[in-house]
């Protein structure tokens, strides 16, 4: 089973911030195979980043996702109010498909 | 619009059984994998089972394998996950959701199952 560690654990930043959100597979993921979700309190995730690097239909272009291999990034250029949530990276190359602990973004 | 609903959670003593179903609306659900994916209270995701595009093939995560049997009806546009057997860690939100690629595209609001006595 491939583990993938997010980090930090907390990103506490401020709207207009820049947020780096990082994900390492314990092994490589062929094929870029890692998406990225956002959840917020009460709801069900959402799908922002598919392939490492595409955006998802309606993703605003400040969200970006980089990487290859064994560590992957979620990027976000400027924190607005409703991007404060728990993002978590998924990996779709091994089997079972496993997501990582998840990282809270925090004001 | 797009929904996948899903119905039939609740509180259940250990050892019981529920039946968790997902109708979908507004998306094509035949022709696609289909997954649960399960959240325990402050908790991450889990991935618990799949079903492939014409139900032929079925894989569980060893944690509910032999206790849980996912299954679909594509006339219904519906998932099912019969869960038997349950233990207190099986309490989570489970979420229904459609694998676009590997990747899941489409997910449920979540149902709350609670197993305590």
């Known amino acids: 089973e491939i583990v993938l560690t997010q980090s930090p654990g907390t990103l506490s930043l401020s709207p207009g911030e820049r947020a780096t959100l990082s994900c390492r597979a314990s092994?490589?993921?062929?094929?870029?195979?890692l998406a990225w979700y956002q959840q917020k309190p009460g709801q069900a995730p959402r799908l922002l980043i598919y392939?490492?690097?595409s955006r998802a239909t309606g993703i605003p272009d400040r969200f970006s996702g980089s990487g290859s291999g064994t560590d992957f990034t979620l990027t976000i250029s400027r924190l607005e109010p409703e991007d404060f949530a728990v993002y978590y990276c998924?990996?779709?190359?091994?089997?079972?498909?496993?997501f990582g602990q998840g990282t809270k973004v925090e004001i | 619009e797009v929904q996948l609903v899903e119905s039939g959670g609740g509180l259940v003593q250990p050892g019981g059984s529920l039946r968790l179903s997902c109708a979908a609306s507004?998306?094509?659900?035949?022709?696609?994998?289909m997954h649960w994916v399960r959240q325990g209270p402050g908790k991450g995701l889990v991935w618990v089972s799949r079903?492939?595009?014409?139900?032929?093939?079925?894989n569980y995560a060893d944690s509910v394998k032999g206790r849980f049997t996912i299954s679909r009806d594509d006339a219904k546009n519906t998932l099912y996950l019969q869960l038997n057997s349950l233990r207190v860690e099986d309490t989570a939100v489970y979420y229904c959701?459609?694998?676009?690629?590997?990747?899941?595209?489409?997910w449920g609001q979540g149902n709350l199952v609670t197993v305590s006595s």
């Open positions: 079903i492939d595009k014409d139900g032929s093939s079925t």
């Open positions: 092994q490589s993921l062929s094929g870029s195979y």
């Open positions: 959701v459609r694998d676009a690629n590997g990747y899941f595209d489409y």
């Open positions: 507004g998306i094509t659900f035949s022709g696609y994998w």
């Open positions: 392939g490492a690097s």
């Open positions: 998924q990996q779709y190359g091994g089997s079972p498909k496993t």
